[in-house]
């Protein structure tokens, strides 16, 4: 006898079987690591939580009103829905990757007092914008590996698919006239480094935001995950000059609730309490850009997709509620954080001049200062949501970290500085900003593969948060709408970063295939005249590997 309201489950049972053969080991490991930090991720918790609810709305919206008769798919959406919490409950409270290990590594490297992080602030002649200079904790310790990782020596699933089978699988669905005149591609084993798949690999297209796959890399690898940036204030000595020093962190916000992010109203609040402190309840208020050098305007102009590139800006110079995506933004970010700051120094009784530009000086005395969350967090929200001003930031925070000139040339030198002393290949490669909204960047699918591999690397931890950061299909980030149709198989095992400019589509990141084996891949495609069916044939080629079992 068949029960009709079965057929799915029988058909999704395989799926669910490998799933949890995978996680069963990891979840008995992580268990063990977890339980003594859970009163102490709570409270961490709350915010990734906020974020998390608020993500995952769409998806609930369509689980939700089942319909007669239709019981079975509603008991699947419930359980993906469950997954899909459970997965984010877990982030929150980390995040950590699948062994727990950014959590050990920390606490390990604590312990060790390994000194970790790059402090960015101005040379010493310059008016001493440093976590150090402005008497902030030092960064926090970059950590060592601690736990066995991706590719640990402990894994049980067979071999590498070959380089054959994938060939007959991907060749056909590369071959779709939907991906443009020009098309390249790559496919590596993540565990072992090994190419499995290659269609003009080596070859440089240009790669829309599939660039912040390298952006984070070089930003982690040049300031550690746990490196914070720092905004404060400073009083010119003899006057009542107060100065808002822009450190370059593109979370700062204005918003009543921060959600973990640094709050310009707390540092308002903290900046009275000491200037009242001095007798002083009338300011001139002044605010200083200068970490950044050159131009602040993106090659492309002015464009809803990013805000003028400024070390000091709240709310990344959005004018309506939103936290990512185009909008609208404000002519000049710096001076509108700044009038916003002035408001609420206000509200705590201290009246200042209207704000204009200035420099502190190195004789400036430091009133308040507020941080950002740690590297590895601005890196995963650059990567989910695909957010052009943290890459242009984390692009120019990198200059500043490898000692070149923080503007748009220098940022793009910097990456490529330190994804050279990875030993990353870079022929062909040329970086004209962070974010990939140049249509003169040039990337391979080589780079991209070997960047994803990099980052998986049980000996390079401290780049996992572009692993971790990664959109899930059918979720997060930019691929929440992706993979529902005749990709939808591939909902929840694909990761990737999205990249679509004008004739551009390009997806690249990490899938686990039918066998068990993580995966990178990356594809690149030129002069594409459809962006829905771009997508929709890249979302296919990709479902099509993780249903490979190509051994």
Request: net charge positive; charged share 20%.
């Amino acid at each position: 006898m068949i029960v009709p309201e079965l057929r799915p489950w029988r058909a999704a049972r395989p799926h669910v079987v490998r799933a949890a053969d995978a996680v069963r080991p990891r979840l008995a490991r992580a268990a063990g690591i977890v339980r003594p930090r859970l009163a102490r991720a709570a409270t961490a918790a709350e915010p990734w939580v906020a974020r998390l609810t608020q993500a995952a709305k769409p998806q609930l919206a369509r689980i939700t009103r089942p319909k007669t008769g239709r019981t079975w798919q509603y008991t699947a959406g419930a359980t993906t829905a469950g997954l899909a919490l459970a997965v984010g409950v877990a982030t929150a409270a980390g995040p950590w990757d699948s062994t727990g290990q950014r959590t050990a590594e920390r606490d390990r490297a604590a312990a060790l007092e390994r000194a970790g992080g790059v402090d960015h602030g101005r040379p010493s002649e310059g008016s001493g914008t440093s976590d150090t200079a402005a008497g902030a904790p030092r960064p926090a310790p970059s950590a060592g590996s601690v736990l066995t990782g991706i590719g640990g020596a402990t894994t049980t699933v067979k071999s590498a698919p070959g380089s054959a089978a994938l060939a007959r699988v991907l060749g056909p669905l590369l071959a779709d006239p939907a991906l443009g005149t020009r098309r390249t591609a790559a496919v590596v084993d993540v565990s072992t480094g090994r190419r499995l798949y290659g269609s003009g690999a080596d070859t440089a297209l240009t790669p829309a935001s599939t660039t912040k796959i390298a952006t984070g890399v070089a930003a982690l690898a040049a300031m550690g995950p746990d490196h914070r940036i720092t905004t404060r204030t400073a009083l010119e000595p003899g006057t009542r000059e107060v100065v808002l020093v822009g450190g370059g962190d593109p979370t700062l916000t204005a918003r009543e609730k921060p959600e973990g992010w640094a709050s310009l109203r707390t540092l308002a609040a903290s900046t009275a309490t000491a200037l009242k402190k001095r007798g002083i309840t009338r300011a001139t208020l002044s605010y200083d850009t200068t970490l950044y050098a050159g131009t602040e305007v993106h090659p492309i102009g002015v464009n809803p997709n990013l805000a003028r590139v400024t070390a000091l800006t709240a709310d990344e110079g959005r004018t309506d509620g939103s936290s990512s995506g185009p909008v609208t933004r404000v002519p000049d970010p710096a001076a509108d954080a700044t009038r916003k700051f002035a408001e609420f120094l206000r509200a705590h009784g201290v009246k200042t001049s209207a704000p204009g530009p200035s420099k502190a000086t190195a004789r400036a005395e430091t009133l308040a200062t507020v941080s950002s969350a740690p590297l590895a967090s601005l890196v995963e929200r650059m990567m989910t949501n695909s957010d052009n001003d943290i890459a242009e930031a984390l692009a120019r925070q990198t200059a500043l970290a490898t000692g070149v000139r923080a503007d748009f040339a220098g940022a793009g030198k910097a990456i490529r500085v330190q994804l050279g002393r990875l030993g990353l290949p870079l022929d062909g490669v040329d970086f004209r900003d962070g974010s990939g909204l140049d249509r003169n960047d040039r990337l391979t699918a080589n780079l991209l593969t070997a960047l994803l591999v990099k980052a998986g690397d049980p000996a390079r931890p401290d780049l996992r948060p572009v692993l971790t950061g990664l959109p899930v299909a059918g979720f997060t980030g930019t691929l929440t709408t992706r993979y529902t149709d005749a990709a939808a198989d591939a909902a929840g095992v694909v990761r990737a970063k999205t990249g679509t400019l004008t004739g551009v589509n390009t997806l690249a990141g990490t899938v686990v295939d039918r066998d068990g084996r993580l995966l990178a891949f990356a594809v690149l495609t030129a002069n594409t005249t459809d962006p829905g069916a771009a997508q929709s044939a890249l979302d296919r080629a990709v479902a099509a590997l993780a249903a490979c079992g190509c051994a």
